[in-house]
T-cell receptor, first 111, second 114 residues
Framework: GEDVEQSLFLSVREGDSSVINCTYT??????LYWYKQEPGAGLQLLTY?????DMKQDQRLTVLLNKKDKHLSLRIADTQTGDSAIYFC???????????FGQGTELSVKP | DGGITQSPKYLFRKEGQNVTLSCEQN?????MYWYRQDPGQGLRLIYY???????QKGDIAEGYSVSREKKESFPLTVTSAQKNPTAFYLC?????????????FGPGTRLLVL
């Protein structure tokens, strides 16, 4: 079945780069997404990548997709304390367009 | 302002009680979704609706019910049959004509059992 896996925690120093990794199982996924969740809030869409792309850059965010290994990563350059949050990757299922979410990676940025 | 609103922010349920969580959107989106979030876990889909007067069960529909009488509204009822309802509930919506079909989320409702 469809499954998305993420590591649960990542801790970095302010100003460093953060790399959050995700693996997925459904090779027919068309779109993959990254969402950010701040404490007690809903999810905010950060970026997405179409499955025929290898890389997408949006300001401090870089998404890399390795379709062969079914591996997705989100790199945040110059990480700030305001980037501390939980980051979810998700793949779009072919069943009714629903999203399959990973468990979320809690990013902690230390000053 | 366009967006998705959920109310209340916090909700308390007594044993044996049904409670209803509100979700409203003014984005003119066709599809709406309800997710449940538990600590350390990803989001799990409860119900979704792709069009008015139609909805489908998600992965964990037992103990929940929904209705979709209006395009902008998708209320979720947590029934007494749901034995472990304490969680953070998130509503989302998306536009079907949008090929990407990006889902946008509301701020969430935290349900606690007294």
């Amino acid at each position: 079945g469809e499954d998305v896996e993420q590591s649960l925690f990542l801790s970095v120093r302010e100003g460093d780069s953060s790399v959050i990794n995700c693996t997925y199982t459904d090779s027919s996924s068309t779109y993959l997404y990254w969402y950010k969740q701040e404490p007690g809030a809903g999810l905010q869409l950060l970026t997405y990548i179409f499955s025929n792309m290898d890389m997408k850059q949006d300001q401090r965010l870089t998404v890399l997709l390795n379709k062969k290994d079914k591996h997705l990563s989100l790199r945040i350059a110059d990480t700030q304390t305001g980037d501390s949050a939980i980051y979810f990757c998700a793949e779009k299922s072919n069943q009714g367009g629903k999203l399959i979410f990973g468990q979320g990676t809690e990013l902690s940025v230390k000053p | 302002d366009g967006g998705i609103t959920q109310s209340p922010k916090y909700l308390f349920r007594k044993e044996g009680q049904n409670v209803t969580l509100s979700c409203e959107q003014n984005l003119n989106h066709d599809a709406m979704y309800w997710y449940r979030q538990d600590p350390g876990q990803g989001l799990r889909l409860i119900y979704y609706s792709q069009i008015v007067n139609d909805f489908q069960k998600g992965d964990i529909a037992e103990g929940y019910s929904v209705s979709r009488e209006k395009k902008e509204s998708f209320p979720l009822t947590v029934t007494s049959a749901q034995k472990n309802p304490t969680a953070f509930y998130l509503c989302a919506s998306s536009l079907r004509e949008d090929w990407i079909e990006t889902q946008y989320f509301g701020p969430g409702t935290r349900l606690l059992v007294l």
